[in-house]
């Protein structure tokens, strides 16, 4: 999940009423996307640093591993570039997920 699209909807929800659900409004209206890097540490199940922006370049990317190489000097760091399919990435999309419905609140 590298991006998140910043959305609204069209018409409020119309709340529940006595017999009927409520009702939510299928439409919306875009307003772009942001992109996020984030680094997870497996082990401690700790979000260590993410860069969150308009656009994600290379550039952009190496700044981020220099941040987060900085964030603890004491400590090797191993980078493992994984498949898109591998399990740990549940993990950081559950995180990055909780990020996104903050943001729409």
Known sequence: MPGIQATERVEKTIP?????PARIEYEYKRHGTLCKIGNWNVVTGQLLTT???????????LRHLHNLVETDRSH???FVYTPKHSSWL???EIVFGIIGRRAES
């Open 16 to 20: 529940i009423q006595p017999g009927q």
């Open 51 to 61: 860069t969150i922006a308009k656009i994600r370049t290379e550039e952009d990317f």
């Open 76 to 78: 090797r760091s191993r």
């Open 90 to 92: 549940n993990q950081i």
